[in-house]
């Protein structure tokens, strides 16, 4: 059963699927190395620009609540334990995944749920002195009432309501508590692990690749244009397929249907499966298996955990998808990819 998720973000169509299992141990070393020490000096008084203006926050914050999808994940990543975090979906402990669980450690947040909008009295509850929702779709009403409990966090400025630059973002929370150059730090490591991915498969250069949700809906692919929820692979030296562009909206993703299938052929298809029934589904398509991608073994089907990591497009999930999605590219590069989904 395909989770629908609050409204702005379903314009997205990330009709995501909630999913069982766990992958902790896989997941700790990228976390680690991504999490930055509170040893990092921080400087208040900070204020930061956002979509609705200003917000100065005085002093070190000890009690932060992250109301929208994704923004735990900089938070963790920067070395702060949130009191309260949303769970978008996924259900795991903590709405933490995997890849987040090491920094997270033995803390035991309060988990909201936002599937109604920001519950601003279930906020209100865990006392907090600093609000963050980079990524939460919060419009300026909402905006003032979550400012009326503690400092607030609103999306960049120029960003979208949801899924703005992760970069933007974490630097964003950064400079929210602080730590401009633990932020900064933060993204250059991120980027220098996809560049060192880069270096040692240099044949990943340019090849042309077409990323894809796990099945039909409706009798409809969702497919991501360039520029939108992509850079993961843009970092790993893809040219994500531009034959998809024309057929999205602004800040959606092409629905494609199974007669117009072709348009997703590429040198290599990625398909964030989280079930092995996502494959066989895609394979029972009659103009899916005709593809040269998948006729050749150049198609990766992901496992849930992967699939997640793409999505969230955070710090942590990067580092995850740096170290788990890379070799599945080079298996697909090589025209060496199984036909199923892949194993954790």
């Known amino acids: 059963m395909r989770r629908l998720l609050p409204a702005a973000l379903a314009v997205l169509a990330l009709l995501l699927t909630a999913c069982?299992?766990?992958?902790?141990?896989?997941?700790?070393?990228?976390?680690?190395r991504a999490t930055a020490t509170n040893a990092t000096p921080s400087t208040f008084p900070a204020t930061v620009e956002h979509r609705y203006g200003s917000t100065t926050v005085t002093k070190a914050p000890r009690r932060i609540v992250s109301v929208g999808a994704t923004e735990q994940d900089v938070l963790l990543a920067l070395g702060e334990k949130p009191v309260g975090v949303t769970e978008w979906y996924g259900d795991h402990p903590y709405a933490t995944w995997p890849w987040a669980q090491a920094a997270l450690g033995d803390s035991q947040p309060t988990v909201l749920h936002a599937d109604d909008g920001i519950n601003v009295e279930a906020v209100a509850k865990l006392h907090p002195d600093l609000i963050v929702g980079t990524n939460s779709g919060m419009d300026k009403n909402m905006y003032k009432k979550l400012s009326a409990l503690a400092p607030t966090i609103a999306g960049p400025k120029g960003g979208t309501l949801y899924f703005s630059r992760w970069d933007v973002q974490t630097q964003l929370i950064a400079d929210a508590l602080g730590r401009h150059d633990a932020g900064a730090k933060l993204i250059a490591g991120v980027r220098q692990e996809f560049a060192d991915a880069l270096a040692a498969h240099p044949e990943f250069q340019d090849k042309t690749v077409t990323f894809s949700q796990n099945a039909f809906y409706d009798g409809k692919l969702y497919v991501y244009p360039p520029g939108l929820g992509v850079e993961f692979l843009d970092m790993l030296g893809f040219t994500v397929n531009p034959k998809i562009k024309p057929l999205a909206r602004p800040g959606t993703q092409a629905q494609i249907s199974a007669e117009r299938l072709d348009v997703i052929d590429a040198d290599v298809l990625v398909f964030a499966t989280e079930k092995p029934a996502d494959v066989d589904n895609l394979m029972k398509i009659p103009t899916f298996g005709p593809l040269d991608a998948v006729k050749h073994h150049r198609a990766v089907f992901t496992d849930?955990?992967?699939?997640?990591?793409?999505?969230?497009?955070?710090?942590?999930?990067l580092r995850y998808v740096a170290q788990h999605l890379t070799p599945l590219?080079?298996?697909?590069?090589?025209?060496?990819?199984p036909r199923k989904m892949a194993a954790r």
């Not at 992967?306 to 955070?314: I, K, N, Q, R, W």
């Not at 590219?329 to 990819?337: D, E, R, S």
Request: hydrophobic letters at 45%; zero cysteines.
């Open 20 to 32: 069982g299992g766990d992958d902790t141990d896989s997941a700790a070393a990228p976390a680690a």
């Open 304 to 317: 849930p955990i992967l699939s997640g990591a793409m999505y969230f497009e955070t710090p942590l999930s």
């Open 329 to 337: 590219l080079a298996q697909a590069v090589a025209g060496k990819a």
